[in-house]
């Protein structure tokens, strides 16, 4: 049974860092991808950046370019997101999440392709 747990959250002040993580438990994989998505107070659930496990392609949402990186230890089956200049806006619910089986053209930011989530972890920017 595949597991996601996240780790990492917490409250900072606004200019602030944080790192989360994200251990994939349950399978050993070589393929496929994984996500980090936020869900603002009162609001839908978005994407924030993407990340292929073979090759190490990346994608980010507009509003984090520049100041968060997602990287991968593929040794660990963990995915991190690091989380620079926070803001206020960037208060959400994180969540990891995967795909592994096979998909022929990547829509990282499709909430729909991933087939496993984590639980989220809380990120508070206070201003």
């Known amino acids: 049974q595949v597991q996601l747990v996240e780790s990492g959250g917490g409250l900072v002040q606004a200019g602030g860092s944080l790192r989360l993580a994200c251990a994939v438990s349950?399978?050993?994989?070589?393929?496929?991808?994984m996500g980090w998505f936020r869900q603002p107070p009162g609001k839908a659930r978005e994407f924030v950046a993407a990340?292929?496990?073979?090759?190490?392609?990346?994608s980010y949402a507009d509003s984090v370019k520049g100041r968060f990186t997602i990287s991968r230890d593929n040794a660990k089956n963990t995915v991190y997101c690091q989380m620079n200049n926070l803001k206020p806006e960037d208060t959400a619910v994180y969540f990891c999440a995967l795909r592994l089986t096979y998909i022929s053209v990547w829509t990282p930011s499709n909430f729909d392709a991933y087939e496993y989530w984590g639980q989220g972890t809380q990120v508070t920017v206070s201003s």
């Open positions: 990340i292929m496990w073979n090759g190490g392609r990346t």
């Open positions: 349950g399978r050993t994989f070589s393929s496929g991808y």
